[in-house]
């Protein structure tokens, strides 16, 4: 069985300030990884996914990730936050068990402070 | 290219009514699914179709809601009677493979359910 928990239900930031949002996963297999984003009153956007390449994976809008197998942690960072990224983050973990069933976190709300 | 569309946008109904949507995913795309997202949740996947075959309904509670795809293309999500706790938005999303567990998921706006 698969599963994800983000560490955090919020996190605030300054803008300009780095940003980090935990995901730790639990898999039988090996998983494929993914963040997607969700803005105020839009569609689920994917940010990146990790796929058993290379562990350090770059998204979209500066944000990248880290695959860290002996963690099992897919933590996602920013160096520098915008306004902008203010949203809420979801963390999912798909794996090759069989049945390639998605399993979302619960989400983390990115507060960006001017 | 289009994206996955989804009607309506927004439902209101009483309890122990009926309700149904639709969704039109990405063109091409084998793999659809229906998630419940619950205000303060993340996406909890209902069902999820490869072509017009069902992968996994584990979660689908089938004695009120039920799902077709038709001719793998098309999709519908019903409910039938409606309960307070169904209040939720439901999201479609489709991906291009099949049994690709690294597939990128697609996902529409979501219909927004309100259950009186």
């Known amino acids: 069985a698969q599963s994800v928990t983000q560490l955090d239900s919020h996190v605030s930031v300054s803008e300009g300030t780095p940003v980090l949002l935990r995901c730790n996963y639990s898999?039988?297999?090996?998983?494929?990884l993914f963040w997607y984003v969700q803005h105020p009153n839009k569609g689920l956007q994917l940010l990146l996914k990790?796929?058993?390449?290379?562990?350090l994976v770059k998204g979209i809008n500066g944000f990248e990730a880290e695959f860290k197998k002996s963690e099992t942690s897919f933590h996602l960072t920013k160096p520098s936050a915008h306004m902008s990224d203010a949203a809420e983050y979801f963390c999912?973990?798909?794996?090759?068990?069989?049945?390639?069933?998605?399993?979302f976190g619960r989400g983390t709300s990115l507060i960006v402070h001017p | 290219e289009a994206g996955v569309a989804q009607s309506p946008r927004y439902k209101i109904i009483e309890k122990r009514q009926s309700v149904a949507f639709w969704c039109n995913p990405i063109?091409?795309?084998?793999?659809l699914y229906w998630y419940q997202q619950i205000l303060g949740q993340g996406p909890k996947l209902l069902i999820q179709?490869?072509?017009?075959?069902?992968?996994?309904d584990s979660q689908l509670p089938k004695d009120r809601f039920s799902a077709e795809r038709l001719k793998g293309v098309d999709s519908t999500l019903k409910i039938q009677p409606a309960k307070l706790e169904d209040s939720a938005v439901y999201l479609c999303?489709?991906?291009?493979?099949?049994?690709?567990?690294?597939?990128?998921?697609?996902f529409g706006p979501g219909t927004r359910l309100t259950v009186l």
């Open positions: 999912v973990v798909s794996d090759q068990g069989g049945s390639y069933i998605p399993t």
């Open positions: 990790y796929t058993s390449a290379a562990t």
């Open positions: 179709f490869q072509n017009n075959g069902v992968v996994d």
């Open positions: 898999s039988s297999y090996s998983p494929s």
């Open positions: 063109s091409g795309h084998a793999t």
């Open positions: 999303a489709s991906s291009l493979g099949v049994g690709r567990w690294a597939d990128t998921q697609y």
